[in-house]
């Protein structure tokens, strides 16, 4: 997910440019400006409340702009980020900016400045008001927005400056220009995005060898945990013993062992595009746990993928796999099957349930065979792997 800002004086062609940038990239689109003259349209008691001070020129009060927010802001699925159009425009909107960002899970990448002289803002805010029709494009009203931009809203620079996130372009250019450079930003900021998949689905479900195979085919790694904590048996390190009985006892391994081991890997994994997380998170604890590693390591959950199969074919497909030679210790018996999959239904369903009302999660059909399965998690794996450039 990249989440951009576009910040510049009125008639920087902030809409403008949002226009080509939803289309190209498909950005859940917040425009405050928008969204106060929608309210202001339907008599609403907010836009009652913003009218007068729109019509001024002044800001309207960031009380008004934090409701305007949560009454738009929703969960986005299928889209690749949110971009901000004419917010934050004070300091203390930057914060909301940041606590709007920590509560949707994500957080903003940049925000991009697009710079014009005070005399172009007020050329162009006249031409626009021959058409636009906007009561604030007069030339009384354009200077007093520009007056509260000086005041109010440059001051919003230094905190993106301080941050390290702040992009400056000219905005006297061409349309095309200013669109070619703010594409180029916005470009380097995907190829930067790490890929992180989710795969849930019940034990004998494919997610293991569907995991594998999507990460070969798309340079991801595959994160398995289970995997992890074979291999620590393998190695017969002291960890390894003690997860050995866990398993014989059909248990769940300790999340200390689980959070050492993931951060091992991830720091380990140097030039790669993503991760694919199998068999974990396991549990609610889980979740907040790969949310708190994720954000430490600058990235997060790009999708959650869930696949679906009818319980009948995960139990004839277990007890086929019990039969075979290479089974694992989980494996071994019809009790520890029923055990595995009692497991996931009370720990691992609630936390794709909650994922579910929070994350853009694709519910996949897995009752067909390997390759049909894969095609249809394929297609879910590319859409976060598009490459703009
Ligand atoms: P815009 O369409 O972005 O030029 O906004 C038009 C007018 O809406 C501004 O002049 C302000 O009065 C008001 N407005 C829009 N966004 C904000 C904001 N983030 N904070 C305060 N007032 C805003």
Redesign the pocket.
């Known amino acids: 997910m990249v989440n951009v800002a576009l910040f510049g004086p ?1 008639g920087a062609g ?2 403008t440019q949002s226009a080509f940038l939803i289309k190209k990239y498909n950005f859940f689109y917040i ?4 969204l ?2 929608e309210e202001i349209k339907k008599e609403t008691k907010l836009g009652l409340e ?1 009218k007068q ?2 019509a001024q ?6 009380e ?2 934090v409701q305007i927010i949560e009454n738009t802001i929703k969960e986005n699925p299928g889209a690749s980020g949110f971009l901000f ?6 300091y203390v ?1 930057a914060y909301i900016l940041e606590g709007l960002m920590i509560k949707m899970h994500t957080a903003l990448n940049c925000l991009i400045s697009i710079e014009l002289p005070e005399e172009d803002s007020i050329q162009r805010l006249l031409n626009r008001g021959k058409i636009s029709g906007r009561s ?1 494009d007069n030339e009384q009203v354009i200077k007093n ?1 520009l007056h ?1 931009y000086r005041e109010k809203t440059l001051p919003v620079l230094n905190f993106y400056k301080e941050k390290g996130n702040y992009k400056a372009l000219n905005g006297a250019q061409t349309v095309e220009q200013v669109n070619f450079e703010i594409e180029k930003i916005i470009n380097k900021e995907f190829s930067k995005e790490l890929v992180n998949i989710v795969l849930f689905g019940y034990p004998g479900s494919g997610r293991g060898s569907q995991g594998i195979a999507l990460a070969k085919k798309y340079g991801l790694e595959y994160l398995a945990t289970g995997k992890m904590l074979e291999e620590e048996i393998n190695n017969k390190s002291k960890i390894g013993l003690k997860i050995q009985k866990l398993y014989e006892s059909g248990e769940l391994v300790p999340d200390e062992i689980v959070i050492q081991l993931i951060e091992k890997k991830i720091e380990n994994s140097k030039d790669i595009k993503g991760f694919i997380f199998k068999g974990f998170p396991r549990t609610l604890v889980q979740s907040y746990i790969l949310d708190g590693i994720l954000q430490k390591h600058g990235t997060t959950i790009s999708k959650i993928i869930e696949i679906e199969v009818d319980t009948l074919t995960l139990i004839r497909r277990l007890n086929k796999r019990s039969l075979t030679p290479g089974c694992m210790p989980y494996d071994s018996s019809t009790e520890k099957i029923v055990k595995r999959l009692e497991e996931h239904k009370m720990k691992t369903i609630p936390v794709i349930q909650k994922y579910k009302e929070t994350h853009d999660v694709a519910v996949i059909n897995g009752e067909d065979d390997f390759d049909t399965v894969f095609e249809r998690l394929a297609i879910e794996v590319k859409e976060k792997l598009k490459d703009f450039s």
């Open positions: 009125p902030k809409g425009s405050t400006g928008d106060l003259r913003a001070i729109i020129g002044g800001l309207v009060s960031d008004i702009i159009d004419g917010f934050p425009r004070t909107q604030d927005r509260e």
